[in-house]
């Protein structure tokens, strides 16, 4: 089956330690994104990647980083200078460039980070 | 930039009544609005779409309409029943590149 694997589900991390969340999709997609889903708000966009060894800023990018060393492949490390990291993350993916690129995202099942 | 407002927060219908979520945007230079449902614990995935040549769209028991003078749009769904629990997000972006502003999500809660 073809979709966009998140990991871990859960973690549970101390103040001040970095992590790292994976993103591996299987779909072929171009583009992939991470997005930062906290109570009561949209969906608001911290970095995407549109081809490898390249990514771009979103509109909360501080205090995280991003690789994309591979097509398959979009890590999120989430680092102590986030303020505030304790949310759900969600990673998703996009054809771009073709005839199928319809906008759709397509999304992973989540990673809920709670920082202690 | 954009801005994307969704009401209501929380929408509780009977079970089989029809249920109405409304998002206002900004900028009348978006042309792409589509609407995600996310169930508990899973990712958002898309249930209907539209874009700004058109101003009605029907999926089965759901329905996307748009309204460019007054920069608003709405998702309608029908004959509501219990696996229509979810929260809903709307979404608008402008130009082909589909970076998206998201409303805030409304919690639709069928009431048996």
């Known amino acids: 089956d073809g979709g966009i694997t998140q990991s871990p589900k859960y973690l549970f991390r101390k103040e001040g330690q970095n992590v790292t969340l994976s993103c591996e999709q299987n779909?072929?997609?171009?583009?992939m994104y991470w997005y930062r889903q906290d109570p009561g708000q949209g969906l608001r966009l911290i970095y995407y990647?549109?081809?490898?060894?390249?990514?771009q800023k979103g509109d909360i990018a501080e205090g995280y980083s991003v690789s994309r060393e591979k097509k398959e492949s979009f890590p999120l490390t989430v680092t102590s200078a986030q303020k505030n990291p304790t949310a759900f993350y969600l990673c998703?993916?996009?054809?771009?460039?073709?005839?199928?690129?319809?906008?759709?995202?397509?999304f992973g099942e989540g990673s809920r980070l709670t920082v202690l | 930039g954009e801005n994307v407002e969704q009401h209501p927060s929380t929408l509780s219908v009977q079970e089989g009544d029809s249920a109405v979520i409304k998002c206002t945007y900004s900028?009348?230079?978006?042309?792409?609005f589509p609407w995600y449902k996310q169930e508990l614990g899973k990712g958002p995935q898309l249930i209907i779409d539209?874009?700004?040549n058109v101003g009605e769209k029907k999926d089965q028991r759901i329905a996307v309409t748009l309204n460019k003078t007054a920069k608003h749009f709405s998702l309608h769904i029908t004959e509501t029943q219990p696996e229509d629990s979810a929260v809903y997000f709307c979404?608008?972006?402008?130009?082909?590149?589909?970076?998206?502003?998201w409303g805030a999500g409304t919690k639709l809660i069928i009431k048996p």
């Open positions: 998703a993916s996009r054809v771009i460039g073709t005839s199928k690129d319809t906008g759709e995202l397509f």
């Open positions: 779909l072929n997609h171009d583009a």
């Open positions: 990647s549109q081809i490898v060894n390249d990514f």
């Open positions: 900028d009348s230079a978006s042309n792409y």
């Open positions: 539209i874009r700004s």
């Open positions: 979404a608008a972006s402008l130009g082909g590149n589909y970076q998206l502003i």
